[in-house]
Structure formats: C-alpha cells, structure tokens
C-alpha cells in the first residue's frame, strides 16, 4: 500500500503545486490526515449510532485507556514505543471480552462495572509507564492520549484500512441485527437473534475501532466522535436509517473541518482539538434547530 500512498501523495502534491487544488495540499502531513479523515469519519460515525443506542459512551473510553497499558506492555516485551499494535489490540481485545463476560455475571450496573475495569487498567498501566519510563521518553506516551492526525505514518494508515476492512467485512452483515440488539433486545430474541453472540461481536468491533484510531486522534477524541456527531444527529433524526447516515456524515465533516480549517486560516488550534470543537459546535447547532424549528420537536429515536 506504500507505493499507493506514495503516488496519492505525489498526484495530490501535484495538483496542489499547479493551482488546481488548495496550497495545504501541498504537504505530505496534510494528505495522510485527510485520507484518515475520510476513512475515521464514516467508521465511527456508524459504530457510533449504536454506541449512543446501547448507552456504553463509558466503554469506549474505558478500551481507549487501556490502549495505554497496552503500550506500557508492549514497551517491556521489546515491541517498538512507536507501533506497538500488538500489544495495544492484544490487552485492549482481553479487557473488552473479559469486560463483557463479566457484565452479566454480577449485580453491578454497566457503568460501575466499566469504572472498576477502567481504575485497574489505568493503575497497572501508569505503573507500568514509570517502570518503563527509563527505556522510552513517556511523552511519546501522550499520543495515546491525545492522538496526532497529522503524524500518521503509513503503519497507521495501513492499520486503519486493515480494521476498515475486517469491520465491513464482519459488520456491515450483522449490521441490522446488532443494531435491532442494541435497540430492542428481547425483540432480537424473538426474531431468533443470538443477542449475547451479536454483543461479542460488537464490542470486539468496537475495540479494533478504537485501538486503530488512538494512534490517530488519540483515546480522548475516539470516544468524543464515536459519542458528539450520534448525539447530534438524533436531535434531527426520525427514522434509524436518517440517524447513521447524519451520524457519518457529522463525523466526516468534523474530522476533515478540524484538519481544514486551522491551517487554511492559520488558527493556532491543535487539528484532534479543532475536530472535537466542530463536532461540538454541531451538537449545539442541531439543538438550536430541534427547539427552534417546529418540524423537529417531535424528532426522536
């Protein structure tokens, strides 16, 4: 996929240099942050439809936290501070499988239940990242956190268009069921939906997701998308199909505006700050709507 890139870049840089295309065209960085964008974008917008219906916003952060332990892990193991994917999809798949597993097998609610998972996973990876701080600078460790679209390599791009794949390939069959799971579970029973099946599926859908994209936008902004353009959209939305395909589209803009903006007028705003800020400004923009104009007081899902 390197030489794609390369020549995307290249054709790009090209158009960008004879006037054709905008002048932030004409840097590398910029290129491969709008390529993730357009992927980013519709990935968790659609995931993102049913995190909000499911109510497990807490979830995502919980895995996006564990992908810190992950690294700290992988640090030890000898696997490089700069892609440490194995270990990061590794722990962050058994946290999330374990985590559901155990849902069902006690009298807490979900949240508590993703608080306690969340404290121990941030407890044995902070230590872990002072043991391991004399082997690697821990503030390379900060873009677990917060993410840098505009650092991405073409590891990463190859990553995200590896897990691209795998859910369109698993997800887009399942779509209809999970969603129907997430929204009515005793109905997907009667309808012969294996649901507690279904929920595994899910949620290690939604880890991959969110493993792929902390490297990118960082654990703080993937539950931000996958949580602020849902949640927009279903002030507008009457009908599930409207609901996706308004939550991917918010999605979209926010990340390629976030990207955009700042730098075609030189706003001195980081670009994963300036994608959760546009988002946000949807989210207020879609409830001034809603209170305002009358058709949309009766939206609801």
């Known amino acids: 996929m390197t030489a794609f890139y390369t020549w995307l870049r290249e054709t790009l840089m090209a158009l ?20 993730c964008s357009i992927v ?44 440490p994917y194995v ?38 990876g902070a230590s872990l990242v002072l043991y391991v701080s004399a082997r690697v ?18 590891l990463d791009m190859n990553v995200l268009l590896v897990v691209t794949i795998i859910t369109l390939v698993v997800g887009l069959p399942l779509y209809n069921k999970m969603l129907l799971g997430s929204l009515n579970p005793s109905l997907a029973q009667v309808r012969g939906v294996n649901v507690q099946a279904i929920e595994y599926v899910f949620i290690v859908l939604v880890t991959l997701i969110t493993v792929a994209c902390v490297k990118i936008i960082g654990a703080v902004l993937v ?53 959760v800020i546009l988002a946000a400004f949807f989210f207020i923009l879609t409830t001034i709507i ?3 104009v009358p058709g949309f007081r009766e939206a609801k899902l």
């Open 137 to 154: 600078n821990t503030h390379i460790l900060e873009s677990v956190m917060f993410g840098s679209i505009l650092t991405v390599s073409d």
């Open 16 to 35: 960008s240099d004879s006037g054709a295309l905008p002048s932030i065209f004409y840097y590398e960085f910029v290129v491969n942050a709008l390529l």
């Open 87 to 124: 270990s990061m999809f590794s722990f962050c798949l058994l946290f999330g499988i374990v985590l559901n597993y155990t849902k069902p097998r006690t009298r807490m609610s979900a949240d508590t239940l993703i608080g306690v998972f969340l404290s121990i996973s941030l407890a044995v």
């Open 223 to 275: 539950e931000a998308l996958l949580l602020i353009p849902a949640a927009a959209a279903r002030n507008l939305c009457r009908t599930l199909r409207s609901f996706v395909y308004t939550t991917m589209v918010l999605a979209t803009l926010s990340c390629i505006g976030g990207i955009w903006i700042p730098m075609q007028w030189d706003i001195p705003v980081p670009s994963g700050g300036a994608i």
């Open 40 to 83: 980013i974008g519709p990935l968790l917008g659609c995931v993102g439809t049913m995190i909000v219906a499911k109510r497990m916003a807490f979830f995502s952060q919980a895995i996006g936290n564990a992908a810190l332990t992950g690294v700290a892990i992988g640090v030890l193991i000898g696997e490089s501070y700069t892609a």
């Open 290 to 292: 809603r209170n305002v």
